[in-house]
């Protein structure tokens, strides 16, 4: 028994090394997609065999490092780092003019962390809450995945247009299926997930193939970005973010972390913003509101990555938050390791200390690794990848990623199903402000749609 | 640099959020698709026929684990031929730039003064060390921008 606990220990530590070292490069790169990165390399460990705990303890370690890696475009150059960083991107700005963009930085990535201590045990307590009513859930799941894909396509950019698509966007996925199922005898789920998070990419794609749209997209120049000058601070390796951060924005940070863990099946950009709205209007000074504000925004940011996979993960096993849909998809579906329906996945296979014990692994791992990288070589990295690495480089590996793992799932049927649903879902969310959210809860949805609908079994 | 890009007229694009060369972009996917899927085709072969007695799932698994290192293999090779379409500017900040921050934003000098006085020593100590305090604390402000 201790030798079996020894070595689920070790492959939990191992694998959330590798997590935070992979993440912490990947977070560098502005714009990256955190459903696009994080849930194909995730897919692969899963696939490959990795125990249950150690695919968690890797998850969590890759997303706080791309997280805090992440808030280095945002504070230092004012490019968003992700989707999530939008929020935060005019406060940072107004420091970075002021010439303390590595103030925004400490202050963003010291926020993360303590909001990362705080979300985790709150969130494996609130998911022990709600795992009575786990049974009622599940066998409502079909249900509960169409009123949330009305939802959330409510609350999308597109709106009415989201409302609109869901059926015929339910429709085309499982004729997709079917096509699957009559080719290979079996139905498809990664071709049609990766086909989804590629989208906005085959959109610029066929944007520019086409000589009518063609000028949507084209510039004359290279793209122009501006970087801060170093000036670093404090002495040695290892900052201590509880130094960096005042007692009163310690608190803030905290308290919003706390309230953001609660919130599982909210937008996290929602909740990132209201955070920052209370406490703007209730810190004064420019310079004190500000970093306050950063502090806990990026918290609020870092709590509901964690929140939304924890709890939805442990107390459910199926995908009910923006998070679980994204990101962190594979974990509750990567067949024919894990399934969400029935439930197959770390919700079974990890027992609520493990959840604890092994994200503490990934969240400490996470804060060793990428949390000093960030503090030290903000700067140097930034330089680096803006002059070495190309965005053509990126796109030829993502290319790569897509057409192997859709091959390794489906063959050329895998290819051809996850470049039908990355052209027309890319073009509904470029063109029509549908974001993938709204089409991962249609597919979840789509097999009950179609079944109840039409009779198509 | 920026005189290396204008001598023609490239065609520049954005995709996925950052500037490429179209035809660089074209080799590049190119590049990717045949080194990622002939890895993995070629690693499952060379494991089916070397190792055959390994369980089917964990040898596609290790195939596709070889098709990914492709992956990587073609963004070394993409980054190595082609430089990213970046310009990088390092600026430099000055008092006068800073009062022009403020001034852009509307901000109210002589609020942000009275509001500097509740705020903790902590918060100060780190304003004065990074030499922006005196840019709140002066009441009225006499400095031309721009001009």
Same mark, same amino acid.
């Given at each position: 028994?201790?030798?079996?606990?020894?070595?689920?220990?070790?492959?939990?530590?191992?694998?959330?090394?590798?997590?935070?070292?992979?993440?912490?490069?990947?977070?560098?790169?502005?714009?990256?997609?955190?459903?696009?990165?994080?849930?194909?390399?995730?897919?692969?460990?899963?696939?490959?065999?990795?125990?249950?705990?150690?695919?968690?303890?890797?998850?969590?370690?890759?997303?706080?490092?791309?997280?805090?890696?992440?808030?280095?475009?945002?504070?230092?150059?004012? *490019?968003?780092?992700?989707?999530?960083?939008?929020?935060?991107?005019?406060?940072?700005?107004?420091?970075?003019?002021?010439? *303390?963009?590595?103030?925004?930085?400490?202050?963003?990535?010291?926020?993360?962390?303590?909001? %990362?201590?705080?979300?985790?045990?709150?969130?494996?307590?609130?998911?022990? @809450?709600? %795992?009575?009513? !786990?049974?009622?859930?599940?066998?409502?799941?079909?249900?509960?995945?169409?009123?949330?894909? *009305?939802?959330?396509?409510?609350?999308?950019?597109?709106?009415? %247009?989201?409302?609109?698509?869901?059926?015929?966007?339910?429709? @085309?996925?499982?004729? @997709?299926?079917?096509?699957?199922? !009559?080719?290979?005898?079996?139905?498809?789920?990664?071709?049609?997930?990766?086909?989804?998070?590629?989208?906005?990419?085959?959109?610029?794609?066929?944007?520019?193939?086409?000589?009518?749209?063609?000028?949507?997209?084209?510039?004359?120049?290279?793209?122009?970005?501006?970087? +801060?000058?170093?000036?670093?601070?404090?002495?040695?390796?290892?900052?201590?973010?509880?130094?960096?951060?005042?007692?009163?924005?310690?608190?803030?940070?905290?308290?919003?972390?706390?309230? +953001?863990?609660?919130?599982?099946?909210?937008?996290?950009?929602?909740?990132?913003?209201?955070?920052?709205e209370i406490i703007s209007s209730r810190v004064k000074s420019l310079y004190q509101r500000l970093?306050?504000?950063?502090?806990?925004?990026?918290?609020?940011?870092?709590?509901?990555?964690?929140?939304?996979?924890?709890?939805?993960?442990?107390?459910?096993?199926?995908?009910?938050?923006?998070?679980?849909?994204?990101?962190?998809?594979?974990?509750?579906?990567?067949?024919?390791?894990?399934?969400?329906?029935?439930?197959?996945?770390?919700?079974? @296979?990890?027992?609520?200390?493990?959840?604890?014990?092994?994200?503490?692994?990934?969240?400490?791992?996470?804060?060793?690794?990428?949390?000093?990288?960030?503090?030290?070589?903000?700067r140097k990295a930034s330089v680096w990848v803006l002059q070495k690495v190309s965005q053509e480089?990126?796109?030829?590996?993502?290319?790569?990623?897509?057409?192997?793992?859709?091959?390794?799932?489906?063959?050329?049927?895998?290819?051809?199903?996850?470049?039908?649903?990355?052209?027309?879902?890319?073009?509904?969310?470029?063109?029509?402000?549908?974001?993938?959210?709204?089409?991962?809860?249609?597919?979840?949805?789509?097999?009950?749609?179609?079944?109840?609908?039409?009779?198509?079994? | 640099?920026?005189?290396?890009?204008?001598?023609?007229?490239?065609?520049?694009?954005?995709?996925?959020?950052? &500037?490429?060369?179209?035809?660089?972009?074209?080799?590049?996917?190119?590049?990717?698709?045949? /080194?990622?899927?002939?890895?993995?085709?070629?690693?499952?072969?060379?494991?089916?026929?070397?190792?055959?007695?390994?369980?089917?799932?964990?040898? &596609?698994?290790?195939?596709?684990?070889?098709?990914?290192?492709?992956?990587?293999?073609?963004?070394?090779?993409?980054?190595?031929?082609?430089?990213?379409?970046r310009i990088l500017n390092e600026n430099d900040f000055s008092e006068a730039d800073r009062n022009?921050?403020?001034?852009?934003?509307? /901000?109210?000098?002589?609020?942000?003064?009275?509001?500097?006085?509740?705020?903790?020593?902590?918060?100060?100590?780190?304003?004065?060390?990074?030499?922006?305090?005196?840019?709140?604390?002066?009441?009225?402000?006499?400095?031309?921008?721009?001009?």
């Amino acid at each position: 028994m201790d030798a079996l606990f020894f070595n689920e220990l070790l492959w939990g530590l191992g694998a959330a090394l590798a997590g935070g070292i992979i993440f912490s490069g990947i977070g560098l790169i502005s714009g990256t997609d955190e459903t696009a990165t994080i849930a194909p390399l995730t897919l692969l460990i899963i696939l490959l065999g990795f125990p249950p705990v150690a695919v968690f303890a890797w998850f969590i370690a890759a997303a706080v490092s791309k997280h805090m890696t992440h808030a280095i475009p945002t504070a230092l150059m004012g *490019v968003p780092g992700d989707t999530m960083a939008v929020p935060m991107l005019q406060d940072a700005s107004v420091l970075r003019r002021l010439g *303390v963009p590595h103030i925004a930085l400490r202050k963003m990535i010291s926020g993360s962390i303590i909001a %990362a201590f705080v979300a985790l045990p709150i969130s494996v307590g609130f998911a022990s @809450l709600l %795992a009575p009513y !786990a049974e009622a859930v599940k066998s409502w799941a079909p249900i509960i995945f169409t009123i949330a894909a *009305v939802i959330i396509a409510y609350t999308s950019n597109g709106r009415w %247009a989201s409302i609109f698509v869901l059926i015929p966007f339910a429709f @085309l996925m499982q004729g @997709l299926n079917k096509m699957a199922i !009559a080719a290979l005898g079996k139905s498809v789920f990664i071709s049609i997930f990766l086909g989804i998070a590629i989208g906005p990419m085959f959109a610029d794609l066929v944007t520019l193939l086409s000589p009518v749209s063609r000028h949507l997209l084209l510039r004359s120049q290279p793209r122009e970005f501006w970087l +801060a000058p170093e000036l670093k601070s404090w002495k040695g390796y290892f900052p201590n973010p509880l130094h960096v951060l005042t007692g009163e924005q310690k608190l803030y940070t905290a308290a919003a972390a706390a309230i +953001a863990s609660l919130t599982f099946t909210f937008s996290p950009v929602g909740m990132t913003v209201m955070a920052g709205e209370i406490i703007s209007s209730r810190v004064k000074s420019l310079y004190q509101r500000l970093t306050t504000s950063l502090a806990a925004m990026n918290g609020v940011t870092e709590a509901t990555y964690i929140a939304e996979t924890v709890i939805p993960l442990m107390a459910f096993g199926i995908p009910l938050s923006p998070m679980a849909l994204g990101p962190a998809a594979p974990l509750f579906n990567a067949p024919p390791v894990f399934t969400s329906q029935p439930v197959h996945n770390l919700h079974n @296979l990890l027992a609520p200390y493990q959840f604890l014990l092994y994200g503490f692994i990934g969240v400490m791992v996470a804060s060793l690794v990428a949390y000093p990288f960030s503090m030290n070589y903000a700067r140097k990295a930034s330089v680096w990848v803006l002059q070495k690495v190309s965005q053509e480089a990126i796109i030829s590996m993502f290319t790569g990623l897509i057409i192997v793992l859709s091959y390794y799932e489906a063959g050329v049927v895998g290819i051809a199903i996850s470049i039908t649903i990355a052209i027309l879902g890319g073009i509904l969310n470029r063109y029509f402000g549908i974001h993938t959210g709204v089409q991962y809860m249609t597919y979840y949805a789509s097999g009950y749609l179609v079944l109840t609908l039409f009779g198509i079994k | 640099m920026s005189e290396e890009f204008g001598v023609r007229k490239k065609p520049f694009a954005d995709v996925w959020g950052d &500037t490429v060369d179209l035809k660089h972009l074209a080799i590049a996917m190119i590049i990717g698709i045949l /080194i990622s899927l002939s890895c993995y085709i070629l690693g499952l072969n060379y494991l089916q026929s070397h190792f055959p007695q390994l369980p089917a799932n964990l040898m &596609t698994a290790y195939a596709l684990l070889i098709g990914i290192s492709g992956c990587l293999f073609s963004a070394i090779i993409s980054a190595n031929l082609f430089k990213p379409k970046r310009i990088l500017n390092e600026n430099d900040f000055s008092e006068a730039d800073r009062n022009a921050v403020l001034d852009e934003l509307n /901000i109210d000098r002589e609020r942000e003064a009275e509001e500097l006085k509740t705020v903790g020593p902590k918060i100060v100590k780190e304003m004065k060390d990074l030499q922006i305090y005196d840019l709140f604390a002066k009441k009225s402000v006499d400095h031309k921008v721009g001009e």
